[in-house]
């Protein structure tokens, strides 16, 4: 396989268009609970589910890409442990880019609510079931928080790459960096 320096375009709107759309629905997931029922609450309820829906497909698609595609390769001198950690926060962001969106599909299904993508109605993969719903939704919050902690991680490596070890890392995930 060829070894690119950067990432191509593909990689990197995947990239920063999850990013945006993870961000947003992590915010917005945090105040769900506490809106009044009602009209509103219906419809972020239903944005929240379509634009996690969405994160799932695109998901898949960025595993498929990185299965198929080398990353560019870690700065020569980067310590051994730091391209440890750095393999297995990308590995648990993919993991959990995926098991999030699913543990939440599958939390509405158990609950007995279907999840539509503006029109479109998600195959069923499960049942009403009292007992899973309990579980998906305990599931559910654990994700989003093992999400946000290894995010913060990831950012802050991602950050201290650009300023203060000075090296390439950000520049090749970003459109126009060198
Ligand atoms: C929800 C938000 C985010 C998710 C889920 C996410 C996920 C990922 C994943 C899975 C990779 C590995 C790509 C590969 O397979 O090689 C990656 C790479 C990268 N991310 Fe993020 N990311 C997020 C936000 C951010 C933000 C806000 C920044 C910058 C401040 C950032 C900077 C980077 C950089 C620089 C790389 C490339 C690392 C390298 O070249 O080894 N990410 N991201």
Redo the contacts with the bound molecule.
């Keep these: 396989m060829n070894i690119p320096s950067r990432y191509d375009a593909l990689a990197m709107s995947l990239?920063w268009i999850?990013?945006l759309l993870?961000?947003g629905l992590w915010c917005l997931g945090l105040v769900l609970e506490d809106l009044p029922k009602g009209d509103l609450r219906g419809q972020m309820f239903g944005l929240h589910k379509a634009f996690g829906t969405i994160v799932l497909i695109l998901a898949a698609t960025r595993l498929t890409w990185?299965l198929t595609h080398s990353?560019?390769p870690?700065p020569d001198g980067m310590p051994g442990l730091e391209r440890l950690a750095?393999k297995a926060g990308?590995a648990a962001?993919?993991l959990l880019?995926i098991a999030l969106p699913l543990d939440g599909i599958l939390m509405s299904q158990t609950g007995g609510r279907e999840v539509s993508v503006f029109g479109w109605v998600a195959p069923t993969l499960m049942g009403k079931n009292d007992f899973w719903h309990e579980v998906f939704e305990d599931g559910h919050g654990l994700l989003a928080w093992a999400l946000a902690a290894i995010?913060v991680g990831?950012?802050l490596a991602?950050?201290r790459?650009h300023f203060v070890v000075k090296d390439d890392?950000?520049a090749?995930?970003l459109p126009g960096g060198k």
């Design positions: 990239h999850m990013a993870i961000i990185r990353a560019p870690l750095a990308h962001l993919y880019m995010l990831h950012v991602a950050l790459h890392v950000l090749r995930m």
